[in-house]
Protein backbone atom coordinates (compact mmCIF):
# COMPACT_ATOMS: atom_id res chain seq x y z
CA UNK A 1 0.00 0.00 0.00
CA UNK A 2 2.86 2.17 0.87
CA UNK A 3 5.03 1.41 -2.16
CA UNK A 4 2.09 2.33 -4.23
CA UNK A 5 1.73 5.66 -2.61
CA UNK A 6 5.02 6.41 -3.23
CA UNK A 7 5.40 5.54 -6.65
CA UNK A 8 2.21 7.53 -7.74
CA UNK A 9 3.58 10.49 -5.35
CA UNK A 10 6.77 10.25 -7.79
CA UNK A 11 4.53 10.22 -10.97
CA UNK A 12 2.77 13.01 -10.15
CA UNK A 13 5.56 15.16 -9.08
CA UNK A 14 7.31 14.46 -12.34
CA UNK A 15 4.57 14.90 -14.11
CA UNK A 16 4.78 18.73 -12.38
CA UNK A 17 8.12 18.70 -13.55
CA UNK A 18 7.58 18.04 -16.98
CA UNK A 19 4.76 20.94 -17.32
CA UNK A 20 7.60 22.99 -15.93
CA UNK A 21 9.96 22.46 -18.59
CA UNK A 22 6.95 23.10 -21.17
CA UNK A 23 6.67 26.22 -19.30
CA UNK A 24 9.78 27.67 -18.93
CA UNK A 25 10.74 26.52 -22.55
CA UNK A 26 7.95 27.93 -24.84
CA UNK A 27 6.39 30.82 -21.95
CA UNK A 28 9.84 31.73 -20.38
CA UNK A 29 8.11 35.41 -19.97
CA UNK A 30 5.33 34.11 -18.14
CA UNK A 31 6.82 32.08 -15.77
CA UNK A 32 9.07 35.01 -15.42
CA UNK A 33 5.88 37.14 -14.55
CA UNK A 34 4.05 34.55 -12.50
CA UNK A 35 7.18 34.60 -10.05
CA UNK A 36 7.43 37.87 -9.70
CA UNK A 37 3.50 38.15 -8.57
CA UNK A 38 4.33 35.48 -6.39
CA UNK A 39 6.93 37.37 -4.50
CA UNK A 40 5.55 40.66 -4.23
CA UNK A 41 4.43 40.31 -0.47
CA UNK A 42 7.12 38.03 0.86
CA UNK A 43 8.27 40.72 3.33
CA UNK A 44 11.90 38.82 2.77
CA UNK A 45 12.28 40.25 -0.87
CA UNK A 46 11.12 43.97 -0.11
CA UNK A 47 14.63 45.25 -1.63
CA UNK A 48 13.90 43.29 -4.80
CA UNK A 49 13.09 45.93 -7.40
CA UNK A 50 11.10 45.68 -10.28
CA UNK A 51 13.64 46.89 -13.55
CA UNK A 52 12.20 49.33 -16.42
CA UNK A 53 13.08 51.20 -19.16
CA UNK A 54 11.53 54.50 -19.63
CA UNK A 55 12.27 56.19 -22.95
CA UNK A 56 11.41 60.34 -23.26
CA UNK A 57 10.59 62.84 -25.72
CA UNK A 58 10.27 66.19 -25.17
CA UNK A 59 11.00 69.28 -27.44
CA UNK A 60 14.41 69.14 -26.53
CA UNK A 61 16.20 65.65 -26.29
CA UNK A 62 15.67 61.98 -26.53
CA UNK A 63 17.04 59.84 -23.75
CA UNK A 64 16.18 56.96 -21.25
CA UNK A 65 15.38 57.17 -17.58
CA UNK A 66 16.18 53.33 -16.29
CA UNK A 67 17.39 51.46 -13.23
CA UNK A 68 19.39 48.51 -14.69
CA UNK A 69 22.36 50.41 -14.44
CA UNK A 70 23.71 49.35 -11.19
CA UNK A 71 20.36 48.65 -9.82
CA UNK A 72 20.01 52.73 -9.22
CA UNK A 73 17.99 54.73 -11.76
CA UNK A 74 19.99 56.86 -13.97
CA UNK A 75 19.03 59.00 -17.33
CA UNK A 76 20.62 57.83 -20.18
CA UNK A 77 21.53 60.14 -22.82
CA UNK A 78 23.36 59.14 -26.21
CA UNK A 79 24.11 61.61 -29.66
CA UNK A 80 22.90 58.84 -32.24
CA UNK A 81 20.04 58.03 -29.96
CA UNK A 82 21.10 54.19 -29.62
CA UNK A 83 21.16 52.72 -26.68
CA UNK A 84 23.38 49.25 -26.67
CA UNK A 85 22.71 46.28 -24.07
CA UNK A 86 25.16 43.19 -23.16
CA UNK A 87 27.73 42.24 -20.93
CA UNK A 88 30.82 44.37 -22.89
CA UNK A 89 32.04 47.01 -20.95
CA UNK A 90 31.97 49.52 -23.74
CA UNK A 91 27.86 48.71 -23.83
CA UNK A 92 25.63 51.78 -22.70
CA UNK A 93 23.38 49.47 -20.25
CA UNK A 94 25.94 46.94 -19.47
CA UNK A 95 24.42 44.01 -17.45
CA UNK A 96 26.56 41.30 -15.88
CA UNK A 97 24.05 38.77 -16.69
CA UNK A 98 25.95 35.22 -18.25
CA UNK A 99 22.78 34.63 -20.42
CA UNK A 100 23.41 37.64 -22.36
CA UNK A 101 26.03 38.04 -25.04
CA UNK A 102 28.68 40.76 -25.06
CA UNK A 103 26.25 42.49 -27.57
CA UNK A 104 23.51 41.62 -27.52
CA UNK A 105 20.51 43.81 -28.51
CA UNK A 106 19.68 47.88 -28.62
CA UNK A 107 16.85 50.31 -27.88
CA UNK A 108 16.73 52.69 -31.11
CA UNK A 109 14.89 55.57 -31.49
CA UNK A 110 13.98 56.04 -34.98
CA UNK A 111 11.19 58.42 -36.69
CA UNK A 112 9.03 59.37 -33.54
CA UNK A 113 9.56 55.62 -32.30
CA UNK A 114 11.45 53.54 -30.27
CA UNK A 115 12.77 50.10 -31.56
CA UNK A 116 14.70 46.79 -29.98
CA UNK A 117 16.99 45.57 -31.87
CA UNK A 118 18.57 42.24 -31.88
CA UNK A 119 22.41 41.67 -32.52
CA UNK A 120 21.82 37.79 -33.36
CA UNK A 121 22.23 36.94 -29.81
CA UNK A 122 22.78 33.40 -29.03
CA UNK A 123 19.55 33.35 -26.39
CA UNK A 124 17.66 35.83 -27.74
CA UNK A 125 15.78 39.08 -27.53
CA UNK A 126 11.51 38.89 -26.61
CA UNK A 127 9.01 41.16 -26.65
CA UNK A 128 5.88 40.31 -24.83
CA UNK A 129 7.27 36.66 -25.86
CA UNK A 130 7.95 37.11 -29.37
CA UNK A 131 11.62 36.93 -30.45
CA UNK A 132 12.99 40.20 -32.03
CA UNK A 133 14.20 37.65 -35.44
CA UNK A 134 14.01 41.83 -37.34
CA UNK A 135 13.93 45.70 -34.93
CA UNK A 136 10.36 45.51 -33.07
CA UNK A 137 8.39 48.78 -32.16
CA UNK A 138 8.27 48.61 -28.91
CA UNK A 139 4.71 49.56 -27.22
CA UNK A 140 3.83 51.69 -23.58
CA UNK A 141 3.91 48.93 -21.28
CA UNK A 142 5.24 46.24 -23.49
CA UNK A 143 7.72 43.18 -21.25
CA UNK A 144 11.34 42.73 -23.10
CA UNK A 145 13.10 39.73 -22.04
CA UNK A 146 16.99 39.77 -22.69
CA UNK A 147 18.73 36.59 -21.50
CA UNK A 148 17.26 35.76 -18.07
CA UNK A 149 16.38 38.68 -16.94
CA UNK A 150 13.15 40.98 -17.59
CA UNK A 151 12.40 44.70 -17.65
CA UNK A 152 9.08 47.11 -18.52
CA UNK A 153 9.52 49.50 -20.81
CA UNK A 154 7.61 52.74 -21.05
CA UNK A 155 7.49 55.83 -23.24
CA UNK A 156 6.52 59.22 -22.49
CA UNK A 157 5.67 61.82 -25.15
CA UNK A 158 3.58 64.31 -23.27
CA UNK A 159 3.92 66.63 -20.41
CA UNK A 160 1.55 68.74 -18.81
CA UNK A 161 2.44 72.01 -16.87
CA UNK A 162 0.12 72.22 -13.27
CA UNK A 163 -1.93 75.31 -12.02
CA UNK A 164 0.37 77.40 -9.26
CA UNK A 165 -0.56 75.69 -6.02
CA UNK A 166 -3.01 78.15 -3.89
CA UNK A 167 -1.38 79.98 -1.41
CA UNK A 168 -3.95 78.39 1.29
CA UNK A 169 -2.09 75.04 0.84
CA UNK A 170 1.18 76.97 0.31
CA UNK A 171 1.27 78.19 3.38
CA UNK A 172 0.67 74.73 5.29
CA UNK A 173 3.56 73.40 3.36
CA UNK A 174 5.79 76.59 3.73
CA UNK A 175 6.96 74.93 7.93
CA UNK A 176 7.38 71.67 6.27
CA UNK A 177 10.46 72.58 4.10
CA UNK A 178 13.07 73.49 7.08
CA UNK A 179 15.35 71.13 8.52
CA UNK A 180 13.69 71.81 12.00
CA UNK A 181 10.18 71.23 11.45
CA UNK A 182 8.94 71.04 14.52
CA UNK A 183 10.56 74.66 15.79
CA UNK A 184 9.51 76.27 12.65
CA UNK A 185 5.95 75.04 12.84
CA UNK A 186 6.09 76.30 17.02
CA UNK A 187 7.01 79.62 15.44
CA UNK A 188 4.39 79.64 12.85
CA UNK A 189 1.49 79.00 15.55
CA UNK A 190 2.82 81.39 17.90
CA UNK A 191 3.42 84.21 15.78
CA UNK A 192 0.71 86.24 17.34
CA UNK A 193 2.42 87.10 20.74
CA UNK A 194 3.45 90.68 21.03
CA UNK A 195 6.42 92.26 19.84
CA UNK A 196 8.88 94.48 22.58
CA UNK A 197 8.07 97.99 22.34
CA UNK A 198 11.55 98.82 22.05
CA UNK A 199 13.21 98.15 18.75
CA UNK A 200 16.39 96.88 19.33
CA UNK A 201 14.57 94.36 22.18
CA UNK A 202 13.14 93.52 19.05
CA UNK A 203 16.09 92.56 17.01
CA UNK A 204 17.12 90.59 20.21
CA UNK A 205 14.67 88.10 19.90
CA UNK A 206 14.39 87.75 16.60
CA UNK A 207 18.46 86.69 16.13
CA UNK A 208 18.27 84.41 19.13
CA UNK A 209 15.31 82.75 17.97
CA UNK A 210 16.93 82.62 14.52
CA UNK A 211 14.05 83.99 12.92
CA UNK A 212 15.92 85.83 10.12
CA UNK A 213 17.41 82.82 8.84
CA UNK A 214 13.84 81.02 8.85
CA UNK A 215 12.35 83.87 6.98
CA UNK A 216 15.28 84.16 4.15
CA UNK A 217 15.03 80.48 4.06
CA UNK A 218 10.47 80.73 3.49
CA UNK A 219 11.68 83.54 0.90
CA UNK A 220 14.03 81.81 -0.87
CA UNK A 221 11.64 78.82 -1.35
CA UNK A 222 9.20 80.74 -2.97
CA UNK A 223 9.25 80.96 -7.07
CA UNK A 224 8.56 84.65 -8.62
CA UNK A 225 4.93 84.26 -9.41
CA UNK A 226 4.33 83.64 -5.52
CA UNK A 227 6.21 86.19 -3.85
CA UNK A 228 4.45 88.51 -6.41
CA UNK A 229 1.08 87.37 -4.95
CA UNK A 230 2.16 87.38 -1.37
CA UNK A 231 2.86 91.19 -2.52
CA UNK A 232 -0.32 91.82 -3.99
CA UNK A 233 -2.26 90.70 -1.04
CA UNK A 234 -0.42 92.85 1.40
CA UNK A 235 -0.90 95.90 -0.69
CA UNK A 236 -4.72 94.95 -0.88
CA UNK A 237 -5.21 94.24 2.78
CA UNK A 238 -2.72 97.48 3.36
CA UNK A 239 -5.17 99.41 1.12
CA UNK A 240 -8.25 98.22 3.10
CA UNK A 241 -6.98 99.17 6.17
CA UNK A 242 -6.22 102.71 5.58
CA UNK A 243 -9.00 103.67 3.20
CA UNK A 244 -9.02 107.37 1.71
Known sequence: MMADFAQTEIQRRLSLYQVFLKLYEYHSSLLDEILQLENVYQPSLTKVKPCYVNGVVDTTAVYLITNLC?????????????????????????????YLSRR???????????????FNSTNG???NGERAYQPLKLKDGDRIKLGSMSFNFFINHTYRI??????????QLVPRIGSNPVEISTYVRNRQQPMSENPDDTLAIANNSNLCKKLEHWHNALSTEQKSEILDRFLSRQISYNPK
Not at 78 to 97: C, K, M, N, V
Not at 105 to 112: K, M, P, T, V, Y
Open 125 to 127: SFV
Open 162 to 171: LPTVAMELLM
Open 104 to 118: HAAIQFIDQGFYLVD
Open 70 to 98: ENETQTLRQPQQIWTIGRDRSSGIRIADS
